[in-house]
């Protein structure tokens, strides 16, 4: 009789069902460990919701450089997106350090089908807003801020940002550090 060793994840930990059976086994059955697990990831989940929390530029320089890089090349990524066309357009996105209620600052996508001057951006809230805005507005509704509060833009090549994408410095940054979001 043969021993067989299963191993199954409850919640966050590791079981062992153990049965017998009649039958012969292969040796390495009786012999395989535990899987690995992955370590959780650093990425933060705020509210139990798919959107992540990150750290605030303030507290972190190469973050900070990162929104730097985005503001020098926004007149050049605006440019582009003035000659794009309309379906081209759609592949723009830009990310908007958004005035909360309680004083912060929430860093949401935009996607900007209205107007990009090189003072406001007009655009669709892409993201649904984790805290209460100071503007009140939520998950596809027109928003327009000043260009001053742009902290990051994206050209997404195959319509997605964690696919092949232009500009998208502070993505790159955050994956770089911490993997893709889980």
Not at 116 to 128: D, H, K, T, V, Y
């Amino acid at each position: 009789m043969n021993k067989a060793i299963v191993w199954i994840m409850v919640g966050t930990s590791w079981v062992a069902l153990i049965g017998c059976e009649s039958a012969e086994m292969p040796p390495e059955a009786t012999k395989r460990s535990p899987p690995t697990v992955a370590p959780p990831s650093p990425w933060q989940i705020a509210d139990g919701s798919a959107q992540v929390a990150v750290p605030n530029e303030a507290d972190d320089p190469e973050l900070a450089e990162a929104i730097a890089e985005a503001r020098r090349t926004v007149d050049q990524a605006r440019q582009r997106w003035l000659s794009s066309t309309e379906q081209e357009r759609s592949r723009w996105t830009v990310k908007w350090a958004a005035p909360t209620v309680n004083g912060g600052v929430e860093h949401l996508w935009v996607k900007p089908i209205l107007h990009w001057s090189p003072f406001r951006i007009e655009g669709r809230l892409a993201n649904p807003p984790q805290a209460e805005l100071a503007s009140g507005w939520g998950l596809g509704e027109t928003v327009s801020f000043p260009i001053e509060e742009l902290t990051d833009w994206a050209y997404l090549l195959q319509g997605r940002i964690d696919g092949e994408h232009e500009g998208g410095f502070t993505v790159e940054l955050l994956e770089h550090r911490y993997g893709q979001p889980d």
